[in-house]
Nanobody
Framework: VQLQASGGGLVQVGGSLRLSCAAS????????MGWFRQAPGKEREFVAT?????????YYADSVKGRFAISRNNAGNMVYLQMNSLKSEDTAVYYC????????????????WGQGTLVTVSS
C-alpha cells in the first residue's frame, strides 16, 4: 500500500484546513485508515482513524474531538481530515497511515505510512 498525503499549509488560529490522503496498491486489504501528527520535539501521536470498509466507525484523540473530522471516499481511495478551529498547538507534520489488522487502532502500530504534510497554525 502506498500513501500520499497533501493539503498542509499555513493557516491562522481559528482557521480551517483539509488534508487529503491518496491510497494505492492493496487497498482492499486495509482495515483502518488513520491520521497522526508529530510536532517539533515531540513524539508522533494519534489524531483520528476511520474503518476503511463497511461501517464508518471513527475514533478521535481527545485533543481534536469536536474540531476535526475524518472521512473517506473508497471509490477514489481517499481519506480526508477536515480541521476546524485550529490552534497553535495543532502545528505539526501530519501523516496518514493504513492498518491491515483490527487492533491497536489508536496506537502507532500502523503498517503503512505516507510522507507527511506540514500544518503550521500561526497567531
Amino acid at each position: 500500500v502506498q500513501l500520499q498525503a497533501s493539503g498542509g499549509g499555513l493557516v491562522q488560529v481559528g482557521g480551517s484546513l483539509r488534508l487529503s490522503c491518496a491510497a494505492s496498491g492493496r487497498t482492499f486489504s486495509i482495515y483502518h485508515m488513520g491520521w497522526f501528527r508529530q510536532a517539533p520535539g515531540k513524539e508522533r501521536e494519534f489524531v483520528a482513524t476511520i474503518k476503511w470498509n463497511g461501517s464508518r466507525t471513527t475514533y478521535y484523540a481527545d485533543s481534536v474531538k469536536g474540531r476535526f473530522a475524518i472521512s473517506r471516499n473508497n471509490a477514489g481511495n481517499m481519506v480526508y481530515l477536515q480541521m476546524n478551529s485550529l490552534k497553535s498547538e495543532d502545528t505539526a507534520v501530519y501523516y496518514c497511515a493504513a492498518k491491515m489488522r483490527p487492533y491497536g487502532l489508536t496506537t502507532n502500530e500502523y503498517d503503512y505510512w505516507g510522507q507527511g504534510t506540514l500544518v503550521t497554525v500561526s497567531s
